[in-house]
């Protein structure tokens, strides 16, 4: 796993279009093989400023 404690993953922002789609660590991980990866959920959208 990362460099991080569990429990403590990072939020996440990822551009989509004009829009930022965020996801909150939902305070659980799912086992793929030996990798105990973070599950995240959608919560908010927000939309970039135009200059």
């Known amino acids: 796993m990362g460099s991080h404690l569990p ?3 990072p939020k996440v922002k990822t551009l989509c279009g004009n829009a930022y789609e965020h996801f909150e660590f939902s305070g659980s991980y799912s086992v ?3 990798e105990q990866l973070p ?5 908010r ?3 970039v400023d135009e200059y």
């Open 39 to 43: 599950v995240y959920r959608w919560c």
């Open 32 to 34: 793929h093989g030996e």
């Open 7 to 9: 429990g403590t993953e």
């Open 45 to 47: 959208r927000t939309y």
